[in-house]
């Protein structure tokens, strides 16, 4: 599973809690915002925070944030190489 990594919108850090598939739990500056699911390219859905089903409506904070997610590259974590200590 991946981990949890922050995105940058609009100059508001976002936390994001990776779920199952394409569902992931934000986080707004240290509050919950809610879950939200990727449905198309574009386009993401906030669930429902008692039932988890989705809710359509055209949301355009959810948007900007799923797109943050879709262009996150995680950080490559250093990897101390063995081959200097080989003699």
């Known amino acids: 599973m991946q981990e949890p990594f922050d ?14 598939d394409n569902v992931y739990t934000i986080f707004k500056a240290g509050s919950e915002f809610g879950k939200i699911e990727k449905d198309t390219d574009n386009v993401w859905l906030m669930l429902n925070p008692e039932t988890e089903t989705p809710m359509f409506g055209d949301i355009p904070e959810v948007d900007a944030i799923g797109q943050a997610i879709m262009n996150y590259v995680p950080e490559e974590e250093e990897v101390e190489d063995d081959d200097d200590n080989e003699e």
């Open 7 to 20: 995105v940058l919108v609009g100059g508001i850090v976002y936390s994001v809690f990776p779920e199952e």
